[in-house]
């Protein structure tokens, strides 16, 4: 393991796997409970501890989930795994609980014009559903969690005021929201901007746990993730293979890989508990399912000491 560990960074991170919903919803092919309930225990097997597993929207709108209740009915609770799903208002958060998660994600926009697209609401009617959410969780003795879309800039909008993320945040404390994710939906996140918003969160709002969720749209979702590092996050969000893409923003890619953001952690000092060979394995299958190539790289040349053969490739002539 490489000594170069991050100025401020944590000795180990939490990586949360977001591809079985955010990846597969934005997939045309619908694969079956099967082979979900397959890849969640693989994926759970090679260490993963943090499983945003599947969504309760309603099944019209994704019918690439609409086997939520069955999915978590079939895997049960996995001793010493967190279980979340995502749930856009009351019914789906009734749903949720009904099913046993371990926790509610509920979601909204940084800007107005995303939250309309996304959502078909303003965002004050998107915190009232939150409000609603966290009503209900409180009352289960279920934690709920948030995710803050186009936190970094909207494909609408452009510049989102990270006043305006402030805002949000403060209103979604009040709600009872102790955990945070602040979402890259079109990879407009840079270095500068990762640094403004979690300082003035952190400012504003001590207490409240920040996660982070980059795609990798402009080639630097990595290098977002390590400048989250020096800033001492723990918690990051990825997608096996580096699956998914918001459906309802324009030039909206994948999500960082999970893959690649384990090989970063581990080859700068960073535990994270998860075997990379054995997710390496599960992205190569997942690839294979889907018919089509995945952007993750390290799932195709592997960990950085992966050695070959002599006669693997050609001896140069001449």
């Known amino acids: 393991m490489s000594a170069s560990f991050p100025p401020g960074a944590p000795r180990r991170a939490v990586v949360v796997e977001v591809g079985l919903r955010d990846g597969l919803q934005a997939e045309q092919l619908i694969l079956p409970t099967a082979t979900k309930l397959d890849l969640a225990r693989r994926l759970i097997a090679a260490g993963v501890r943090h499983l945003e597993l599947t969504s309760f929207v309603s099944p019209r709108a994704v019918p690439q989930l609409a086997d939520a209740e069955e999915l978590l ?3 049960g609770r996995p001793e010493g795994v967190e279980i979340t799903a995502l749930v856009p208002n009351a ?9 046993g998660v371990d926790g509610m994600v509920v979601f909204l926009s940084a800007s107005e014009s995303h939250n309309r697209k996304n959502l078909n609401r303003p965002i004050a009617r998107s915190l009232e559903d939150v409000a609603e959410v966290a009503r209900l969780g409180a009352a289960a003795g279920v934690p709920v969690h948030a995710a803050l879309s186009v936190a970094f800039g909207c494909p609408f909008e452009g510049e989102v005021p990270v006043a305006a ?9 009040e709600l009872g929201i102790r955990r945070l994710s602040l979402g890259d939906t079109t990879g407009m996140a840079t270095p500068p901007l990762v640094r403004e918003r979690v300082r003035a969160l952190r400012e504003a709002l001590p207490e409240l746990e920040l996660a982070l969720h980059f795609h ?4 630097i979702g990595l290098v977002n993730a390590w400048v989250g590092l020096e ?10 293979g580096g699956l998914g893409g918001c459906p309802f923003a324009a030039g909206a890619t994948g999500n ?4 690649d953001l384990v090989y970063l952690l581990h080859e700068s000092g960073i535990d994270t508990g998860i075997d990379l ?8 299958d997942v690839e294979r399912l889907l018919g089509r190539p995945l ?7 592997g960990p950085r000491l992966k050695l070959h053969p002599l006669d693997a490739v050609a001896t140069a002539r001449g």
Do not use: D, H, W, Y
């Not at 060979?277 to 190569?284: D, G, K």
């Open 277 to 284: 060979e054995a997710l390496i394995s599960v992205a190569r």
């Open 231 to 240: 800033l001492g996050i723990e918690r990051f969000e990825s997608s096996i």
């Open 165 to 173: 993320v402030v805002a949000i945040a403060q209103r979604l404390a």
């Open 216 to 219: 990798n749209t402009r080639g």
């Open 256 to 259: 960082v890989c999970t893959e």
């Open 73 to 75: 009915a079939r895997l």
């Open 91 to 99: 019914k789906g958060a009734e749903r949720a609980l009904r099913a």
């Open 295 to 301: 952007p993750g790289q390290v799932m195709k040349a």
